[in-house]
């Protein structure tokens, strides 16, 4: 994936702490969850600032859902590159991502051939606006709000 400016990278940060307040909320998290998690936490190189606002604080983490298509949209990009940040996908990634996009409302059959279009169009040589375009067709066609 292509190299994040700063502002879509705190972005990025920001869904992070998202999805791991969706996973926090549940009564019990699985350990291979947290894992996942704590592997992205490290990739996108969270500072001693980004935790500190969370520190003794994972009880009142809120899971805030994306609410328009846009939203939804940028959740998933983010959601792929936390996945693609170091060129290798696991299992327990995309079980990670399913859940969440799933979480997002999309359908669970959809979900593989979205994040395979978002990943492969860099090496396609599309643009990251192509791409965004494309994204939306597809949320379009796939009667995603």
């Not at 972005?11 to 894992?35: D, H, I, M, P, T």
């Not at 994306?66 to 792929?80: G, N």
């Not at 940040?85 to 999309?106: H, R």
Request: proline share 1%.
């Amino acid at each position: 994936m292509d190299q994040l400016t700063k502002e879509e990278l705190e972005s990025v940060k920001r869904s992070f702490f998202n999805l791991l307040a969706l996973f926090l909320g549940n009564e019990q998290v699985e350990s291979k969850y947290v894992a996942c998690l704590m592997k992205w936490s490290v990739q996108l190189n969270l500072t001693h600032n980004d935790l500190h606002h969370i520190e003794g604080n994972f009880n009142k983490l809120i899971y805030i859902a994306p609410e328009d298509k846009l939203s939804k949209m940028e959740a998933i990009y983010h959601l792929v590159h936390m996945i693609y940040i170091d060129n290798i996908v696991e299992d327990i990634e995309l079980e990670v991502a399913t859940i969440y996009a799933e979480k997002l409302g999309f359908d669970k059959s959809v979900v593989g051939e979205l994040f395979k279009a978002i990943a492969t169009a860099p090496y396609d040589g599309k643009t990251k606006l192509e791409v965004k375009q494309e994204v939306k067709e597809f949320l379009e066609l796939h009667d995603m709000k």
